[in-house]
């Protein structure tokens, strides 16, 4: 079967640095496609060489099964991660002049853009120029002038950065709607809850490396054998001294435990009734995203990362690094 999308044996070495080491997956038709990873794993590097922004050392993106070629460009809507709007145009302006890049104008482009700006609350601001927008309302102007010539394939690098929650609602339920509409979409992102609500497939890179990847559903079930979801009231610190417990992460009314047999979560129930903890929710064979990243990336690394140390060094990375990533690339 041919997939939509493969990335076979890439390699990028910046000097000395492998920031993708050997990277093959392949996305099949139809699918939302989560790249994963830490900071600094390589998922934008990843997605310059599906785009062809950087040539790969090594390996090759085949797109339904043949070598990918500049009209792999047209058919796609990519967001970049650092993002380039020209500040002095208009709202409106912008978009249709993206448009116009990608070869679509007319009435119908306007309406469709129109469209998108009532649904991102931003209609009343389309004569507004771009300077004057904050950075998430202008993240959502990039957003429509990625996808306002209906691509085929739809490549997001972090897309839901610097959203707020109900923007980053909007911005899932459209990507959810392209879905439908039949379009492949790629993005990158260490939020597991958004990865784990809207993907169909996954890949973790970390290192540079894939280290997990393929349908999501069938992941989720292979790794949560011996995994228990609870949700409690009390105090459940007893249980780390347990022989039961090979591992928990407590998030205080919320814990994952993984037992160190399947026969142990019988025990581990009993052992949370005879300390008289409120059971409100207790999952066997359920396991998250979050755990299986954080089991596979933290294990890896440092002890003491945890995503909301990641999440503090996206902030800082962002403001201190500039990668320049200019508007011919999108
Ligand atoms: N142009 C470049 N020159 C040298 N090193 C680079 C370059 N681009 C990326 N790197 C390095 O390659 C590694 C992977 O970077 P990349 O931006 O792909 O990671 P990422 O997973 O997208 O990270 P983040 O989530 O922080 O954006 C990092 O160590 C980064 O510093």
């Given at each position: 079967m041919a997939f939509a999308l493969e990335a076979r044996n890439l390699v990028k070495n910046f000097g000395e640095l492998s920031a993708v080491d050997k990277v093959s997956f392949n996305i099949p038709e139809g699918a939302v496609f989560g790249l994963l990873g830490r900071n600094g794993a390589g998922k934008t590097t990843t997605i310059r060489l599906l785009m062809n922004i950087y040539f790969p050392d090594e390996g090759e993106v085949l797109l339904r099964g043949v070598n990918v070629g500049q009209e792999f460009r047209d058919k796609v809507g990519y967001l970049p991660e650092e993002r380039g709007l020209y500040?002095?145009?208009?709202?409106?302006?912008?978009?249709l002049f993206f448009a116009e890049l990608k070869g679509v104008q007319g009435p119908q482009v306007k309406s469709k853009a129109l469209e998108y700006l009532e649904r991102f609350e931003l209609l009343d601001r389309k004569d507004a120029k771009v300077e004057d927008l904050s950075k998430g309302n202008?993240?959502?102007?990039?957003?429509?002038?990625?996808?306002?010539?209906d691509?085929?394939?739809?490549?997001?690098?972090?897309?839901?950065?610097g959203l707020d929650p109900v923007n980053t609602n909007i911005l899932k339920d459209i990507i959810l709607e392209l879905k439908k509409a039949g379009k492949i979409i790629i993005f990158s992102t260490h939020l597991m809850d958004f990865a784990e609500k809207m993907c169909d497939h996954i890949a973790?890179?970390?290192?540079?490396?894939?280290?997990?990847?393929?349908?999501?559903?069938?992941?989720?079930?292979?790794?949560?054998?011996?995994?228990?979801?609870?949700?409690?009231?009390?105090?459940i610190k007893f249980l780390e001294s347990q022989s039961c417990v090979e591992k928990m992460e407590d998030f205080g009314r919320f814990t994952g435990i993984q037992v160190k047999e399947k026969e142990d979560v019988q025990t581990l129930l009993r052992l949370l009734v005879e300390n008289n903890i409120t059971v409100k929710r207790f999952d066997a064979n359920d396991i998250s995203l979050h755990e299986i990243f954080i089991n596979l990336t933290a294990d890896r690394s440092s002890p003491s990362s945890t995503i909301e140390q990641q999440e503090v060094d996206a902030v800082s990375t962002n403001s201190s690094e500039s990668k320049q990533e200019t508007l011919q690339n999108a």
């Open positions: 500040k002095k145009m208009k709202v409106l302006d912008t978009i202008q993240q959502k102007i990039q957003f429509i002038c990625t996808v306002i010539h691509p085929e394939f739809i490549i997001l690098d972090e897309p839901f950065s973790i890179i970390h290192e540079g490396k894939i280290i997990e990847q393929g349908d999501l559903s069938e992941l989720k079930r292979s790794y949560s054998q011996k995994n228990i979801s609870l949700v409690y009231e009390g105090d």
